[in-house]
């Protein structure tokens, strides 16, 4: 093993913290499972093989995966002063990650789907509600890990900003899930989105799904542009909060403009909204995300 070491060039506390952080991370993402259920208040083990409750899996699938995506922002590369101090850390900001998930999916419930009773209706097997769900963990999760990359240090004023900045990216979430529910509305003879949601519109759901996690990787853009201080914390966060809605709005205008392209001659409307067409909204997710992640790259 040292010789294969000395091969390869890894230095043996590399390998060590890397096995901290991993064994950190298999923990919190096997945590993530029972915690979905037991948020639920349902038996996850049950509902997953012996109900064969899809939707259940599906939102407990964005959950790990989401909390795989904040733990590359707790996984910075850099080994902290001991052994120690890197499990510390990866606990600290691994859990925190998770709580914050799990608070941004109460904020969706009650406030930006506050209509939708999403517990009952995943255990019903509501597909579209398990997408939506799992969407919600996705896009929290980027806005999350963009933070922790952002921020510097493990201290009391590093967690504030965690927190502020998930509360300013909640916040441009919500508005765009408001400006959508008029968008249909005014498209659909004033039908509510949310109801359309419940009724188990799946073309619905895949379509707000690549909006809301465009929307979360438009709000991280902020990043590449402020510097983490934390004397200067609340003029940061207000620039989190105005760029994001910028960028939001511009991701918004060229997404619109890569559908009529990418979607030519479809009337996106008819398709999707009425004739319920998942080929045509899986397209529109792509889209949504693909302009998103070239924009985000762009200001990188």
């Known amino acids: 093993m040292n ?22 991370a298999i923990l919190l993402l096997g945590a993530m499972r029972f915690l979905s259920g037991i948020s639920a208040k349902v038996n996850s083990t049950e509902e997953l093989a012996k109900e064969d409750n899809f939707a259940f899996g599906i939102s407990v699938a964005g959950s790990v995966l989401a909390l795989g995506i904040v733990l590359t922002g707790a996984i910075t590369g850099e080994a902290a002063s001991s052994y120690s101090m890197e499990a510390i850390g990866m606990l600290a900001y691994g859990g925190y990650g998770l709580l914050l998930i799990k608070i941004g999916r109460v904020i969706q419930d009650k406030v ?8 009952a209706l995943i255990i019903e097997k509501n597909l579209t509600i398990g997408i939506i769900d799992a969407a ?5 999760a980027i806005i999350i890990r963009a933070v922790l990359l952002w921020v510097d240090g493990l201290d009391f004023s590093t967690f504030i900003a965690i927190t502020s900045g998930f509360i300013v990216a909640q916040t441009v979430l919500v508005i765009v899930t408001r400006l959508r529910e008029k ?15 419940s009724n188990g519109q799946l073309a619905l759901a895949i379509r707000y799904s ?24 609340v003029v940061n966060l207000l620039g989190w909060l105005v760029f994001g809605i910028v960028m939001t709005l511009i991701v918004g205008l060229l997404t619109a403009l890569a559908k009529r392209i990418v979607l030519w001659g479809i009337d996106l409307v008819e398709e999707v909204d009425q004739q319920h067409n998942i080929g045509v909204a899986s397209i529109e997710m792509a889209t949504s995300i693909a302009i998103a992640l070239i924009l985000t790259a762009l200001m990188a």
């Open 3 to 24: 010789t294969f070491i000395e091969l390869v060039g890894v230095n043996q506390d590399l390998l060590a913290y890397l096995a901290i952080d991993v064994s950190i």
């Open 136 to 140: 919600g963990a996705i896009a929290t």
């Open 210 to 233: 690549g909006q809301v996690i465009s929307t979360a990787l438009a709000v991280t853009a902020a990043s590449h542009f402020l510097t983490y201080s934390p004397e200067t914390l």
């Open 183 to 197: 968008q249909y509305a005014k498209n659909n003879q004033e039908d509510c989105l949310q109801e359309a949601f």
């Open 112 to 119: 930006a789907l506050q209509h939708l009773d999403k517990n």
